[in-house]
């Protein structure tokens, strides 16, 4: 976590006020009569989880207005944390009313009105249902082109029932105006959920992308460069990234986030390395030149750029995290940097390391000092080999770290690794950006 405080609290405030907006319109104006504890705590736990579900949609990572200063890796993280915590509100709901009060078993009784209650039985099982699939997506076999689907629909269709719910049972919602008010504030969160779907692939079909050319690389890796058809471009920071889809409408499931290999500079086109690790980057080197791609971006924190910093920069990847780092690198060289920069690379053999023979050309264009540990070295290899850890990067990189912007990208667990690591080693929370990558 990168941001400031205060503008991290600031964030976590709007958040809060935001996941509040239920309930503080149930409460407003004169109130009912109060009933027994047990149940307002539980119509209060109902109207807390469609407050925190409604506010799942601004932080997804596609509200840009929303989610500014934060890193994608960041924001999928509290997305998660706060959708089990929805559950827990969701669950909590009818157990605690139930607790309090055996009459309200009526409302989940079929026989006593058959839509209500298939209703709610469906609420608690699309809201189990929908974290599982996140959780263990992988586990049950889950494409990421269906897991989305399914989330997208799950999430749409609990949130609309679970508004439908709070203005029916109006004990706290029986004005007109809380009604109108309840309906205006989570309308806007479905609206939200709605216009990623399907407003914005209408803006995009007027600046599609043509695949000017599919290249093989090391580690089962694929280079696509892809030019604008009929438009400037995309104009973006080294280390951002876009959703990619391929195809001749932009309307599909097939969407990923990639970060931008190429240069910043680079006159309209754009380039993505991607390692073929799942069902989508496994099929793209069947992708012929000459096709159609659409772009969604840029999004990201995650950039570096020449003279942010005069002392240097450090960058720490494994595997294909090195990908947004590329894109600094190119950069730098492109517009003639001169501080120093560090990068260790983590592969797992030497002939894995992806983009090699060009970082090699990099540390004689730029103060660039590359260092790559392996897995599996071969017997001839003089450098650092096994897992980065603490003490290696200790042992590498420069002693005044702590002032320098640390930028560290790979797999879940190298990332869960060195990210307390580099803090043991002084770097500020505001000097580091991290960015762990699953989505494939």
Same mark, same amino acid.
């Given at each position: 976590?990168?941001? +400031? ?29 109060? /009933?027994?504890? +047990?149940?307002?705590?539980?119509? #209060? ?34 997305? *998660? ?28 009784? %079929? ?25 263990? /997506? ?7 082109? /269906? ?25 706290? $919602? ?25 407003? =914005?692939?209408?803006? #995009? ?23 604008? =058809? ?48 799942? &069902?989508?980057?496994? $099929? ?33 990847? +494994? +595997? ?10 190119? $950069? ?45 070295? %071969?017997?001839?290899? &003089? ?21 320098? %912007? ?18 043991? #080693? ?9 960015? *762990?990558? &699953?989505?494939?």
């Amino acid at each position: 976590m990168n941001l +400031g405080w205060l503008r991290f609290s600031l964030w976590m405030l709007a958040y809060m006020v935001l996941a509040l907006v239920p309930m503080a319109i149930a409460l407003a104006g004169p109130t009912p009569e109060l /009933r027994a504890r +047990g149940v307002e705590t539980g119509v #209060m736990f109902g109207l807390l989880a469609l407050g925190v579900l409604s506010a799942q949609a601004v932080t997804s990572g596609r509200q840009r207005w929303f989610a500014r200063g934060l890193g994608q890796d960041d924001l999928l993280r509290f997305h *998660r944390q706060t959708g089990l915590f929805a559950l827990v509100l969701v669950l909590a709901h009818p157990l605690t009313l139930l607790l309090a009060d055996s009459s309200f078993l009526t409302y989940l009784d %079929p026989r006593d009105e058959l839509l209500r209650a298939l209703s709610l039985w469906f609420v608690l099982l699309a809201a189990t249902a929908l974290v599982v699939s996140s959780l263990w /997506r992988l586990a049950f076999g889950l494409s990421y082109e /269906r897991w989305r689907l399914l989330h997208g629909a799950l999430a749409l269709a609990i949130v609309t029932l679970g508004l439908g719910h709070a203005l029916m049972v109006d004990h706290y $919602t029986g004005p007109l105006w809380k009604k109108a008010l309840l309906v205006a504030a989570v309308g806007g969160a479905l609206y939200l959920m709605v216009e990623t779907r399907l407003r =914005r692939p209408w803006r #995009m079909r007027r600046r599609p992308w043509r695949v000017a050319e599919v290249r093989g690389g090391r580690d089962d890796s694929w280079t696509l460069r892809l030019l604008p =058809r009929g438009h400037a471009g995309m104009a973006f920071r080294p280390g951002q990234f876009a959703w990619l889809s391929l195809g001749d409408s932009p309307w599909t499931m097939q969407q990923h986030p990639f970060s931008m290999t190429s240069s910043a500079d680079e006159d309209g086109a754009v380039e993505f390395t991607v390692k073929a690790l799942g &069902d989508f980057t496994s $099929t793209l080197e069947d992708t012929g030149a000459g096709g159609c791609a659409w772009l969604e971006g840029p999004y990201g924190v995650f950039t570096w750029q020449p003279g942010q910093c005069p002392d240097g920069a450090v960058f720490i990847t +494994g +595997g294909v995290g090195i990908t947004p780092v590329m894109s600094m690198l190119r $950069t730098a060289r492109d517009r003639g940097a001169r501080e120093p920069l560090w990068l260790v690379h983590a592969s797992g053999d030497f002939d894995s390391i992806l983009f090699r023979e060009e970082l090699e050309e990099l540390e004689h264009a730029l103060p660039l000092t590359v260092m790559h540990v392996l897995d599996e070295p %071969p017997d001839d290899w &003089d450098g650092e080999s096994g897992k980065v850890d603490e003490a290696m990067l200790r042992r590498c990189l420069p002693r005044g770290i702590a002032h320098l %912007p640390c930028y560290l990208c790979g797999p879940e667990p190298m990332a869960d690794a060195l990210e307390p690591a580099l803090s043991r #080693m002084g770097v500020p929370a505001k000097n580091l950006y991290c960015e *762990r990558f &699953d989505m494939v």
